[in-house]
């Protein structure tokens, strides 16, 4: 029997698009954000050049949204205002360079005002590409056919500073197995449909960095792998804990594989296991696109020990692991 990997209840290490990036405009009228994943203090973090970013405008008194009536680029060959709406504005990336967006907009309160900031346009030099399960950086993993999966990644400039923006996804597939996701506009992660079984090499056109694909049909799965407890100390008596686990293939995990698991407990004298489908708060934003996501409860002090199958596995003859986990009185 195999037992879990842990994961302390350490600081999410990924952020949630509810943070932001925030500035005063240099007349102090408005306030300029948008939503961001890293050095949220770093508002003028470059825009990718290719890539497009939706910034909010609110008054600097109350933070109330502020109805635009224009919104500009003082140099559109650098940074080009493509749309604005309510107080919304959606900038893109032309050239490498700076240039002052300036707006003009009426406040809650009815007066009408108008503000500026300086914001950067940047060609990534440095592409990162991630899986969402397994070691972390590139290397191979397992996707299942016939799902949409997602794939992290980041850009930098060569010292480092984060490139930001959505919509400018500069990768080349080796095969047609893989498939871009139709107006998908992810800052984070890249999104592509999985169409048939094969090795696909998604390879950056920025720096050549590389990550691929074993795509599988779920037939292939013969196996699960080692389960993530979310477990801050122990699971006692009585206490309720997420676990998720993967299925395998061969040396492969399979990521965000949404497919068909079966849970039960070997030892219910010990502990129940049920599956939930709700990732706990404490996942990391990466963690919250995997499926496979349960919980066990302690009923008494021992062994817990439960199975995982996969239906479809094994060619349809079902795939098995058996695990185990402490239960402390």
Request: charged share 15%; net charge negative; aromatic share 8%.
């Amino acid at each position: 029997m195999t037992k879990h990997t842990t994961l302390l209840l350490l600081p999410m290490l990924a952020l949630t698009a509810a943070c932001e990036s925030r500035l005063t405009g240099n007349e102090g009228n408005f306030q300029f954000q948008y939503a961001a994943d890293d050095r949220l203090l770093d508002f003028n973090k470059p825009l990718a050049v290719g890539a497009r970013l939706d910034m909010a405008v609110v008054d600097v008194g109350a933070l109330q949204p502020v109805e635009l009536s224009a919104a500009s680029s003082d140099d559109p060959s650098v940074l080009e205002v493509v749309a604005f709406t309510g107080n919304q504005l959606t900038i893109e990336g032309i050239g490498d360079g700076n240039a002052l967006l300036e707006v003009t907009g009426t406040t809650a309160g009815g007066e009408e005002l108008s503000d500026n900031v300086n914001f950067n346009a940047r060609v990534p030099e440095v592409h990162k590409l991630f899986h969402t399960c397994g070691e972390l950086g590139a290397g191979t993993q397992g996707y299942l056919t016939g799902q949409t999966v997602y794939v992290p990644f980041e850009f930098e400039m060569a010292n480092g500073q984060p490139v930001i923006g959505y919509g400018y996804y500069p990768v080349t597939a080796s095969s047609a197995a893989v498939a871009p996701t139709l107006d998908w506009m992810g800052q984070q992660y890249m999104s592509y449909d999985t169409v048939s079984a094969d090795t696909v090499v998604l390879s950056s056109d920025i720096d050549g960095s590389e990550l691929t694909m074993e795509v599988v049909d779920a037939s292939s799965i013969d196996g699960a792998a080692q389960p993530i407890a979310f477990v801050l100390e122990d699971i006692d008596v009585g206490d309720t804990n997420a676990f998720y686990v993967l299925p395998m293939v061969g040396d492969l995990t399979v990521c965000q594989a949404n497919v068909d698991v079966e849970l039960a407990s070997d030892t219910p004298e010990t502990c129940t296991v049920k599956k939930n489908d709700n990732p706990p708060l404490t996942a990391s934003e990466s963690q919250k696109y995997e499926f496979g996501w349960f919980e066990v409860t302690g009923v008494a002090e021992g062994t817990c020990t439960y199975t995982v199958t996969y239906p479809l596995g094994n060619g349809g003859d079902g795939a098995s692991a058996s695990f185990s986990y402490p239960i402390e009185p």
